[in-house]
């Protein structure tokens, strides 16, 4: 669907991916671009707000922390923090949600003591995941349909 949008608007292309530029990156044939992350996080935090709705019934009392995992860092420290974390969410187990267009977007929940990570994947590749606090409802597990 995005890239319908970019194929009908290069005016939005440009507008998103402004200093697009095609790079090899371990052996693969990526793209480095600059990502305005307030503006990913406006879109994703409400995704992650209707998919809570969805599972629990209720709204998101929380506060998400949005973590693209798909992209990366300029920086070389903040690169390797960057993929030190990558590594550490990497491990987490998520309980995979069913979804009616699994090619476009499918998601998983990974609920621990006092806390929620969704994990969304959207063109089976680009991994965005969000994390907050459990809210008292989620302590008390999904309802019941």
């Not at 790079?23 to 990913?40: C, I, Q, S």
Request: with cysteine; hydrophobic share 45%; aromatic share 16%.
């Amino acid at each position: 669907m995005a890239k319908r949008s970019f194929d009908r608007s290069s005016a939005l292309f440009h507008q998103t991916f402004g200093d697009f530029e095609i790079v090899h990156f371990n052996g693969e044939e990526t793209a480095k671009f600059t990502v305005d992350l307030d503006r990913m996080k406006s879109v994703m935090v409400p995704i992650a707000n209707a998919i809570y709705f969805k599972d629990y019934g209720e709204s998101y009392r929380g506060q998400w922390n949005v973590f693209i995992a798909s992209l990366g860092s300029r920086d070389e420290n903040a690169a390797q923090s960057w993929q030190n974390f990558c590594d550490l969410l990497a491990t987490l187990q998520f309980d995979a949600k069913p979804v009616p267009q699994p090619a476009i977007f499918t998601y998983g929940v990974h609920e621990m003591a006092d806390g929620l990570v969704l994990e969304f994947v959207f063109y089976g590749a680009f991994k965005v995941r969000c994390f907050g606090p459990k809210t008292p409802s989620v302590l008390a597990g999904p309802p019941i349909l």
